[in-house]
């Protein structure tokens, strides 16, 4: 399991209030985890709150992009976002896991599946992170 220590994402305030922690990265990968509180943003039925889910998304991204940026390239952000929620979200802890699909010169295509402690596919989403030279 390797975690990159060049962006600490554990150390990021927004990170820390969620209870999101970067558990693992490889080459245009990244898992992340949500530990799931009673400070935890909930929803429908006492699940996690769906902004929650779509923060999620958009933050396993992030890191999956680092992990192998194009020499002069530079981050410039999320260009697009898209979620698909299939389950409530319960249980103790719930991962992200990120697949960068595609790096074009402009713009990363990303694949982002949520799944729960027990294992249960929760929602699936893509991200478009634009770089720029």
Same mark, same amino acid.
């Given at each position: 399991?390797?975690?990159?220590? !060049?962006?600490?994402?554990?150390?990021?305030?927004?990170?820390? +209030?969620?209870?999101?922690?970067?558990?693992?990265?490889?080459?245009? +990968?990244?898992?992340?985890?949500?530990?799931i509180?009673?400070? /935890?943003?909930?929803?429908?039925?006492?699940?996690?709150?769906?902004?929650?889910?779509? /923060?999620?998304?958009?933050? !396993? !991204?992030?890191?999956?992009?680092?992990?192998?940026?194009?020499?002069?390239?530079?981050?410039? *952000? /999320?260009?697009?976002?898209?979620?698909? +929620?299939?389950?409530?979200?319960?249980?103790?802890? &719930?991962?992200?896991q990120?697949?960068?699909?595609?790096?074009?010169?402009?713009?990363? /295509? &990303?694949?982002?599946?949520?799944?729960?402690?027990?294992g249960?596919?929760?929602?699936? *989403?893509?991200?478009l992170?634009?770089?720029?030279?």
């Amino acid at each position: 399991m390797k975690v990159d220590n !060049a962006w600490d994402f554990n150390a990021d305030p927004f990170h820390a +209030y969620l209870g999101l922690t970067l558990e693992e990265t490889q080459e245009d +990968y990244a898992r992340i985890r949500l530990s799931i509180n009673e400070n /935890t943003p909930s929803g429908i039925g006492g699940s996690v709150n769906g902004g929650v889910l779509a /923060t999620m998304i958009d933050m !396993a !991204a992030v890191p999956a992009v680092f992990t192998n940026i194009r020499e002069g390239s530079q981050p410039a *952000g /999320t260009a697009d976002l898209q979620i698909t +929620y299939l389950r409530q979200a319960h249980g103790k802890w &719930i991962d992200a896991q990120a697949h960068v699909v595609k790096r074009g010169r402009q713009l990363c /295509t &990303i694949h982002v599946d949520i799944h729960s402690d027990d294992g249960t596919h929760l929602a699936t *989403g893509r991200v478009l992170y634009a770089l720029r030279s």
